[in-house]
């Protein structure tokens, strides 16, 4: 029997009914049609599914849809502000950081999560928090360098932004 | 005169009875295998010996039998 | 030659803020309106007869649309080996017999994944069990159970190579050893899973198949082949591609399926592999046996090398007729070898077939050639280094009717690791070992097994009346970069920006044939049909630039900057888009159409070119749990002129970690033929944390071949990776491994039994 889901996705209130046993990551990509968040394992392996749920990233294969309820997510295609790229969506760019790019939104999203709890981590902290990520393609190393490099313009935004 | 062999399962013609051999075990068709079997050799025994053991055994042991057997084209 | 606008300066991807923000499309987030999802029921035995198949309880469940078994297919047989009609051994579904676990024997298309998966409990198949073989040299006895009936011995091919005398090389040698290995079995591991869409038009009778695949072109033809239609019926399109790594080459399963499926409901249907499907049913890595033979002088000169192989090639033939073809050749890379002999055999056992995966050939030859040169440089007292040194390929050297190398830095990469470790290593502890190994990698094959008439890749330009250029061409970026690489080779060429060029990739109804992406033949052979299309175009612009002029012919015009110019006085051209306009006018207004293509002449038998590289690892070993852990890695990497070098750097950063996860972790151990590990938890892949750096140096060449110059990237740098781990374990420790994938036990074992040989 399905029950009453309601949350926020990228800033928009959604007020759904779904079954039970349905993931967070269905729901996003086959009710909200949010296809961007993509779907490698289905056993938590690989965090190519990750969202961020109230700031904290989570693996959206592994959360029932329902226990979003009354809370907010953000997924890649709530990023950018309108046209202009997130910092941390352009220095993935600039560093190379994805080749074919499936894995690209979970990364985005955990590194999302990351600067905000550590604004100015080292190349072993990033290790460390992104340690989950498969990437098949990049041998990582260029993403930590995206990360690092992202952390530098989220600070440098923020000082502008102080002396406005 | 030179002599040169024919495959007895198909076109190729060569001078060297090696290079015929060489020939005759890259070719996996029936044809190719039956007559071999003819010969008393088996397709299987002699790709196995050549690797499986450093050596040539395969082709040498093809090389001497198709010497004797393939029909000879005079040049 | 000029300075380049655009060839060698860092770019960026050009589908970045598709993929960035999650909206580059890939097959696995397609949907069509009235889409059904279809699902496989496989085999559970390695081998089996099939008695009978039960489908109508399924076919009556509701939301089920179809249910298909063998006889429902238009029981064409396809393969990727089409000049061989016996290797054409793939069924859209098994009629008579099972070959391997995963089989598929029918397929079911229902309105819901769910449904459709629940449906496949509902048909029943009756199986009559046949004895089953699992290992290469069981299955050629004479008693061997048959894979395929027609096929004696389960010999699926052959192949020999040689040159000079072997014989006689090993009797002017001073040092003679030989060494046995096992390499086995790796997976692609994509990320995103094999899953294909079909929508077949009623009313014209034509299908259109996206996939994600790394050859729209092969998958063209297997498709024609196994539903018994015209190409040109079928249209093939690629999106963008999660990741390919070899495994993506055939015509699996999920797309022939879904045609058939589509064409008997009228919708258009959609088949997705679930993740233990993609690791047990999905091509992986041939596992092989090798022997390796090796005379050198003892001034460590190699005289003579012999080379015999079995693989294991499973179920069907696809592409593993040439791993067998390819590893013999690489086991010859990079070094002079005056005399050389390889016998291998390719047999069918009754397991997931195996072919293609990254660095297809050379990651086992190399592994076994650079571990037994390790051994041998020892017990002749030669440094590891100058023992390659000594008997490396220079540019020009040609193997006795095989391969010519064209441009070749592989003595400056040498100097340069050698110079590197010298400067950065100087620390090692006693536990810390270092590995040095050489390698090298094709640019594209020159074989046509695949029986094409066409031109091996082609590319169309068309110049619009505003100067922007629309690119067509077949190419498959699936991650390494081709996409952006045809952009910059385009507009190099035409002297404009990367902003004036839209691509049109990898669809098989408007652009001309590239084979795909394998074999690392995408900048080579693409890129050097994209020059060609650009330069037709090209030309007929600097003709109407020239009558513009008005000057003698034998004046030089060139294009650059968005102008096209007298090359001695530059100061007289004209803009690009003036001319554009008036080229366009002078044509009755047709717009400005250049077509391009490249196939391979007069380049050997192999390969069109070479890349080449040195490579040395750093790793740490710990005595009491055998856990290697590697420290750092150098490598330097000749690509001839890099186009991009973030995505140069990309490749070669993406091979070492999967040749690192390749020496140490990566495994597919199989019990009478079911894999033991299909998940990502079991199946062990390098992560963020087990990541060295990377210090890597171009050692750039020029290869008059190549477009602009430029070789393949990185492709090579996979496969020198575990056996310099090997090497470097060896130097620390004594020990020897006569297999990849050196798991703790395995390192413990060794050095155990070293150092009780040595007590």
């Not at chain 2, 399962?9 to 020939?23: E, M, N, V």
């Not at chain 3, 086992?364 to 000594?390: N, V």
């Given at each position: ?21 349905t ?39 592994s959360i ?36 074919c ?12 999560a ?47 932004e102080?002396?406005? | ?23 005759y ?51 | 030659?000029?300075?380049?606008s ?12 598709a ?9 696995f ?35 089920v ?83 395929h ?69 092969y ?30 080459n ?15 409901t ?7 592999f ?17 022997a ?11 005289m ?38 390889y ?24 592994y ?28 020009g050297?040609?193997?006795p ?24 290593w ?17 640019c594209?094959?020159i ?46 060429e ?8 839209r ?73 690009y888009?003036?001319?554009v ?27 069109p070119?070479w890349?080449?590289g ?13 856990l ?56 062990k ?7 060295p ?57 060794a ?9």
């Amino acid at each position: 029997m399905k029950k009453e889901l309601k949350f926020v996705v990228n800033g928009n209130p959604y007020d759904i009914w779904v079954e039970p046993n349905t993931l967070l990551v269905q729901v996003l990509r086959d009710e909200l049609g949010l296809r961007g968040t993509h779907r490698a394992c289905d056993s938590g392996t690989c965090c190519a599914c990750t969202v961020n749920l109230d700031g904290m990233a989570v693996k959206s294969c592994s959360i029932l849809a329902l226990q979003a309820n009354g809370r907010e997510i953000l997924t890649i295609e709530g990023m950018a502000n309108g046209a202009e790229l997130h910092p941390i969506q352009q220095a993935f760019i600039d560093n190379w950081a994805f080749q074919c790019g499936f894995c690209t939104s979970g990364q985005i999203m955990a590194s999302n999560a990351l600067l905000k709890e550590n604004p100015n981590p080292t190349r072993e902290e990033v290790q460390l928090q992104m340690d989950g990520h498969l990437c098949r393609c990049t041998g990582y190393n260029m993403i930590n360098e995206a990360i690092r490099d992202a952390a530098g313009r989220l600070q440098a935004q923020k000082s502008q932004e102080k002396t406005k | 005169m030179a002599i040169s062999y024919r495959c007895p399962c198909c076109r190729k013609i060569t001078s060297d009875p090696y290079d015929l051999a060489r020939h005759y075990l890259g070719q996996t068709n029936k044809k190719h295998k039956d007559w071999l079997k003819t010969q008393g050799l088996s397709y299987a025994q002699l790709i196995t010996w050549q690797v499986t053991e450093f050596g040539n055994k395969g082709y040498d042991a093809l090389a001497e039998v198709l010497e004797k057997g393939a029909p000879k084209v005079e040049d | 030659m000029s300075e380049y606008s655009i060839i060698g300066k860092p770019t960026t991807n050009v589908d970045g803020a598709a993929k960035v923000s999650g909206e580059a499309v890939y097959t696995f987030d397609m949907t069509l309106p009235n889409m059904l999802y279809g699902k496989l029921l496989r085999s559970p035995h390695p081998h089996a007869r099939i008695i009978s198949i039960d489908t109508s309880e399924a076919e009556k469940l509701p939301g089920v649309k179809a249910v298909i078994t063998g006889k429902d297919t238009p029981g064409g047989r396809y393969g990727l080996w089409r000049r061989f009609p016996e290797l054409c051994d793939q069924e859209v579904l098994a009629t008579t017999k099972v070959r391997f676990i995963g089989d598929p024997v029918a397929a079911v298309a229902a309105v819901s994944e769910a449904i459709a998966e629940n449906a496949l409990d509902f048909i029943n198949v009756e199986y009559e069990l046949l004895p089953a073989v699992f290992e290469p040299l069981d299955a050629i006895k004479d008693d061997a159970p048959l894979v395929h009936d027609d096929c004696d011995n389960n010999i699926n091919n052959t192949r020999h190579i040689e040159w000079g005398d072997v014989d006689e090389g090993f009797k002017n040698s001073d040092y003679i050893r030989e060494d046995r290995f096992i390499y086995s079995s790796q997976h692609p591991a994509p990320t995103e899973v094999h899953n294909s869409l079909a929508s077949y038009d009623k009313g014209n009778g034509r299908l259109t198949v996206w996939s994600s695949t790394q050859s729209p072109y092969y998958l063209q033809l297997g498709l024609a082949d196994g539903l018994k239609m015209r190409e040109g019926d079928i249209r093939v399109i690629k999106p963008h591609v999660g990741g390919g790594f070899g495994g993506k080459n055939s015509t699996m399963p999920d797309s022939v399926n879904a045609a058939v499926l589509s064409m008997k409901t009228g919708r258009p249907v959609k088949i997705v592999f679930n993740r233990e499907e993609e690791f047990t049913c999905t091509e992986h890595r041939t596992a092989m046996h090798l022997a390796v033979k090796i005379g050198l002088k003892k001034d460590g000169t190699i005289m003579a090398k012999e080379f015999k192989l079995i693989t294991d090639g499973g179920a069907y033939t696809a592409l593993g007729a040439t791993t067998l073809y390819l590893t013999g050749t690489y086991a010859t890379f990079p070094y002079k070898i005056p005399s050389y002999r390889y016998d291998g055999v390719r047999t069918y056992t009754n397991k997931m077939w195996a072919t293609s995966v990254r660095n297809f050939g050379g990651t086992e030859a190399i592994y076994a050639s650079e571990t037994q040169l390790d051994r041998a440089a020892h017990d002749l007292g030669i440094d590891p280094i100058e023992i390659r040194r000594k008997n490396a390929m220079t540019p020009g050297y040609e193997a006795p009717g095989q391969y010519n190398v064209g441009s070749c830095g592989l003595l400056p990469s040498i100097d340069k690791v050698e110079e590197r470790i010298k400067e950065k290593w100087t620390d090692l502890s006693k536990d810390e070992g270092v590995g040095f190994t050489l390698f090298a990698y094709m640019c594209g094959g020159i074989f046509n097994w695949i029986d094409t008439p066409y031109a091996f890749s082609g590319a169309m330009v068309k110049v619009n009346i505003d100067g922007t250029v629309d690119l067509f061409t077949q190419g498959s970026d699936i991650g390494q970069g081709t996409n952006t690489v045809n952009v910059m080779i385009c507009a190099e060429e035409l002297g404009i920006g990367i902003e004036d060029i839209r691509l049109h990739p990898a669809d098989t109804a408007t652009t001309p044939v590239d084979l795909g992406a394998w074999a690392s033949r995408e900048t080579m052979m693409n890129g050097n049909a994209v020059k060609d299309a650009a330069s037709n175009v090209k030309k007929k612009l600097i003709e109407v630039a020239r009558m513009k002029l008005g000057e003698n012919i034998v004046y030089d015009l060139e294009v650059k900057d968005k102008r096209i110019f007298l090359a001695l006085r530059p100061e007289r051209g004209f803009s690009y888009y003036d001319i554009v306009k008036d080229a366009i006018k002078l044509n009755d207004g047709e717009p400005i159409l250049g077509v391009g293509h490249y196939t391979p002449h007069r380049k050997g038998m192999v390969s069109p070119a070479w890349s080449f590289g040195s490579m040395a690892i750093r790793v740490k070993v710990d005595r009491e749990t055998g856990l290697v852990e590697v420290k750092d890695v150098i490598v330097a990497h000749d690509c001839g002129q890099p186009i991009n070098p973030l995505g140069v750097r990309g490749q070669v950063e993406g091979s070492v970690h999967l040749g690192l996860g390749w020496g140490l972790c990566e495994d597919l151990p199989t019990d009478n033929g079911l894999i033991l590990n299909p998940s990502f938890a079991d199946y062990k892949i390098f992560r963020t944390r087990d990541m060295p750096q990377i210090e890597l140096h171009e050692v750039p060449t020029y290869e008059p071949g190549g477009p602009f110059g430029a070789k393949e990237s990185a492709e090579g740098a996979v496969a020198p990776t575990s056996p310099a781990i090997a090497n470097a374990i060896y130097n620390v420790t004594g020990a020897t491994f006569d297999s990849n994938v050196l798991k703790p036990e395995k390192v413990l074992k060794a050095i155990r039994e070293k150092e009780g040989k040595e007590n």
